[in-house]
């Protein structure tokens, strides 16, 4: 058993118990909300797109959609929660958000 096998998980844990929640994006919440309004799936896609630091074949690849699809579903994304997804800074708020705010991944 290696530290490294480990380290990253414990550090999530971590994370999780000093964050306050009230710390994390608010968008979260909204894009959560607007799925269950309108039946999309755009938190799911966020989180995606997120983890894998904006690959959109990957992405696609994931989601089982198609990559032109991904780019809609990030440019719909990105107009309803009035964020530039292209800012790293916004990129790494929204991901240690869905960090502090799921116990495993989404």
């Known amino acids: 058993n290696l530290c490294e096998n480990y380290a990253l998980e414990y550090m999530?844990?971590?994370f999780r118990e000093v964050i306050d929640a009230e710390m994390t994006s608010p968008a979260l919440a909204k894009l959560r909300?607007?799925?269950i309004d309108n039946k999309t799936d755009y938190y799911h896609t966020l989180y995606?797109?997120?983890v894998c630091e904006?690959?959109?074949t990957l992405v696609a690849q994931r989601l089982f959609i198609h990559r032109n699809s991904l780019i809609c579903r990030i440019g719909r994304i990105e107009e309803?929660?009035?964020?530039?997804?292209?800012s790293e800074r916004e990129r790494l708020y929204l991901l240690l958000s869905y960090l502090?705010?799921?116990?495993?991944?989404v």
């Open 54 to 56: 904006r690959n959109q």
């Open 48 to 50: 995606e797109y997120l």
């Open 100 to 105: 502090a705010k799921e116990t495993d991944t």
């Open 12 to 14: 999530k844990s971590k």
């Open 80 to 86: 309803i929660l009035q964020v530039d997804l292209g």
């Open 33 to 35: 909300k607007y799925d």
